[in-house]
């Protein structure tokens, strides 16, 4: 297997040329002709959707003076590790095989090629069928009442093999991911294939003997429709239902809060885990808040603080690495002697933001109700009567705003949220929930406790580069035990993954009728 | 008093007589009884064991036949004229202390405070006593019942 690489950061590079999948067909090949690359990194970068291709291009560039060693650029590569070649100086040479080629090359390459595979497959049964009417139309037999019956047969199936390959391929891509999907690329081999193969039975046997029983041809280009047919029934249980039957749970946790979630994937390779476990932490995690963290690093500063170490032996007593030793150890051990009252602040310091928070809130609340009660939705019928003052939600969220401004922003101050909310996103919730008829604690309900990433604004959520670092290779399946880091900007998701145990179910038959009860007694009686 | 389930129960227990009052038609004999196998053990507010099913003495009128013969409240009831009282139903041993054509019973209880009687007197009396010689002291019984 390859050697264990568990860089990061560098990624952004490479994570932009990743390629992602474009909306429109998916690449079932796009590595093909790339397989003679390989590759021993394995730290890769997901691109969620991209939005921000300019913004790519300069990281990019700016990038690409300093990772000139770390080689870590994951192009293409063929699915099995066992021929990868772990030497720097390939790597080397295959980036700058990538430079030459342009970034952008590879996503239209393996558009391309998608696209060309698919017209292949196609229009050979087409050409089956019509190659014989133009080559040798004289000597070709008639075409039967069964034989046209098969033209049927070849035109639905070929249209119900058009519809499933919309279905399966034709979606937006979620994201783009660092190496190929394995599954993917077996499948358009396969393909290529068996329409390879087709073709050659076909020249030798047909085409060039000039075969003149029109019916086995029609039957031939049916027999090669089934087969896609059947590929493409493989290509769902592959990529669709193999993974839905839960197999393992994975529990993440953000480094920065330890906010812990825990999911149940099916069999997935660790790319697909990580861009699971993304997808579901923009809507299940609240949302990353870092201004509540500096409370404990300034703690944790101060622990130390106090503490100046001398050296009071001579200078050249000891050597450096012993000397840094015992002054650390000479440390933490006048720390933990230290009287520390340090608990003492924080219990009180939380206690009276308890109380502020929880004052702030009822002052809010209050303010938020008799704002409320300013507007009230107008009937039909009083529409006639007065049209001069009415409004439509953007007005009347504008004008109840000013008298509930004051007190959440105090509150929002307090909780130190203030800047996941601007002015015009309020505004703009506050004529949503008159809209549709909320009532304040509706209103107030995103304000109190913080929601999810899907909640706030877009620039929260959007578009962001993950990076993925895992020991193992990345398109090898999840285990039991497998640990991976999905790293953000601002923190990063450390996912470990544990197999669902097998559960042994028996039964256990109660007759209905034995259900009997009696009085629990306590009687006394005289004698 | 617990017991082990399967073997011989031990209690120190004491003979009391109680002669029965006539009142009407009826004769009384002026206490109530708890406690059964059919009954609910843990209820029971005398029993040292909660899942003890004997038949205990819950109440005693003052001045009646059992208050004159030294009965008290929350003993329990071992024996009734010879047939067994610790494994009963409530009903069983109404019947057994309420029949008519008998005007007396002689019952066979046991209580804490006897065991302790017993205990503190073995204490006192250094030299070895049999068996036999302790029961005159006493004039108690060694009480020894099988339990099913």
Redesign the interface.
């Known amino acids: 297997m390859d050697t264990e690489s568990t860089y990061s950061g560098y990624s952004h590079y490479s994570g932009r040329s990743r390629g992602s999948h474009r909306h429109g067909e998916r690449s079932r090949d796009r590595h093909k002709s790339r397989s003679k690359d390989s590759r021993s990194e394995k730290s890769v970068t997901i691109n969620t959707p991209p939005a921000e291709p300019l913004l790519g291009d300069s990281t990019a560039r700016s990038e690409q003076a300093q990772d000139d060693n770390w080689g870590e650029t994951t192009t293409a590569i063929t699915g099995t590790s066992e021929h990868s070649l772990s030497q720097e100086d390939i790597v080397r040479i295959t980036k700058d095989l990538e430079d030459s080629v342009g970034l952008d090359c590879r996503r239209y390459f393996t558009r391309a090629v998608a696209v060309i595979l698919g017209l292949l497959v196609f229009l050979t049964p087409l050409a089956f069928l019509t190659l014989p009417h133009i080559l040798w139309p004289e000597k070709l037999q008639s075409c039967g009442t069964a034989c046209e019956g098969l033209f049927i047969s070849v035109a639905f199936k070929l249209l119900i093999l058009l519809l499933a390959v919309w279905a399966l391929y034709f979606r937006p891509a979620r994201a783009g991911l660092p190496r190929v999907f394995v599954f993917r690329v077996l499948l358009a081999v396969l393909v290529f294939l068996l329409v390879v193969s087709y073709w050659l039975f076909y020249s030798v046997r047909i085409l060039d003997s000039q075969d003149t029983n029109y019916q086995g041809v029609v039957q031939y280009a049916v027999s090669l429709v089934d087969a896609l047919l059947f590929i493409h029934y493989l290509a769902v249980v592959l990529l669709e239902l193999r993974q839905l039957q839960p197999c393992y749970s994975v529990c993440v946790t953000r480094s920065t809060d330890g906010a812990t979630r825990h999911y149940n994937l099916g069999q997935l390779s660790i790319q697909r885990a990580a861009l699971a476990v993304v997808e579901n932490y923009y809507s299940d995690f609240p949302i990353h808040n870092p201004a509540l963290l500096s409370a404990s690093k300034s703690r944790a500063a101060k622990h130390l603080a106090g503490l100046k170490v001398y050296n009071v032996d001579g200078p050249g007593n000891n050597t450096s690495a012993g000397l840094v030793q015992s002054q650390s150890r000479a440390m933490i051990a006048a720390a933990a002697r230290r009287r520390d009252t340090s608990h003492n602040e924080l219990y009180y310091e939380e206690a009276e933001h308890e109380r502020r928070v929880r004052k702030r809130k009822a002052r809010l609340v209050v303010a938020v109700e008799e704002a409320f009660t300013h507007i009230k939705r107008m009937q039909d019928e009083e529409q006639k009567k007065a049209p001069g003052d009415v409004m439509d939600p953007r007005e009347a969220a504008q004008a109840i705003f000013p008298s509930m401004a004051r007190a959440l922003q105090k509150y929002l101050r307090t909780t130190k949220q203030q800047h996941c909310h601007s002015m015009e996103s309020i505004q703009q919730h506050l004529a949503f929930c008159i809209t549709n008829n909320m009532t304040p604690k509706a209103f107030l309900e995103s304000f109190l406790t913080p929601g999810p990433s899907l909640q706030y604004s877009r620039d929260h959520w959007r578009a962001r580069q993950w990076t993925l670092v895992s020991e193992a290779s990345v398109t090898s399946g999840l285990k039991d035990g497998t640990t991976f880091l999905l790293k953000c900007v601002d923190f990063s998701l450390v996912a470990t993954s544990k197999k669902i145990p097998y559960i042994q179910m028996s039964e256990e038959y109660i007759d209905p009728k034995s259900h009997k009860f009696v009085l ?8 | 008093m617990s017991f082990v389930p399967g073997q011989p129960v031990t209690a120190v227990v004491q003979r009391i007589e109680i002669q029965k009052l006539r009142q009407g038609d009826k004769l ?2 002026g ?4 406690g059964g196998i ?3 053990p843990g ?2 507010p005398f029993s040292e064991d909660k899942t003890d099913k004997g038949i205990y003495v ?2 005693i ?1 003052p001045g009646g036949p059992a208050d004159v013969a030294n009965l008290r409240m929350g003993d329990k009831i071992m024996q009734v004229n010879g047939w067994d009282m610790t494994m009963v139903t ?1 009903d069983q041993a ?1 019947k057994k ?2 029949k008519q054509k008998e005007d007396v019973v002689r019952l066979l209880i046991t209580r804490k405070s006897l065991e302790e009687t017993v205990s503190q007197s073995k204490g006192k009396n250094p030299k070895p006593c049999t068996y036999a010689n302790e029961k005159q002291n006493l004039n108690d019984v060694m009480y020894t019942n099988n339990v099913r």
């Open positions: 629990r007694l306590q009687s006394e009686t005289s004698v | 009384i004999l206490f109530s009884i708890g059919d009954q609910d209820q029971n819950t109440r009128s409530h109404r202390l309420t």
